[in-house]
């Protein structure tokens, strides 16, 4: 299993663990929220970029893989679309830097930021998209 897939498969499981986020925790997932679910959170790679080569051999050997971690919730009706996110979005992020190696699959995670997407299907749904780097490191000639 590559990196970048052993890093998506952690942060799901992280997410997914017991209690769950959300009862909707998915990767690369294109329609994220049904109409019958209130919340959901889908995580996708981004990219990896080589930080650091091994002087030997020149392989790359530190990586940081950015992730998007979308946390969709539907506005019900009354509640601004920014707070009807705010709750997952905050559980999302507790539960990942409580856990910040994710028992092996990064050596640290690093917040990059937040991006919001208002009525993403037009069925007064939000997306706030927690941007994560994960450092990590490879030997030799896996990845």
Request: charged fraction near 15%.
């Amino acid at each position: 299993m590559s990196m970048v897939n052993s890093l998506v498969t952690a942060v799901v499981d992280a997410l997914k663990a017991a209690p769950a986020v959300s009862p909707r925790v998915e990767r690369v997932r294109l329609r994220a929220l049904p109409a019958s679910a209130g919340t959901a959170v889908v995580v996708r790679p981004i990219a990896s970029d080589v930080l650091d080569t091994e002087l030997p051999t020149g392989h790359p050997y530190a990586w940081t893989t950015q992730l998007a971690v979308e946390c969709f919730a539907r506005a019900p009706q009354g509640t601004a679309p920014d707070a009807a996110v705010d709750a997952l979005l905050e559980s999302v992020y507790a539960r990942l830097m409580a856990g910040a190696t994710l028992g092996g699959a990064a050596t640290v995670l690093q917040p990059q930021g937040i991006s919001y997407d208002f009525d993403v299907d037009g069925e007064n749904v939000v997306c706030a998209t927690l941007q994560i780097n994960a450092r990590q490191m490879t030997v030799g000639s896996s990845l």
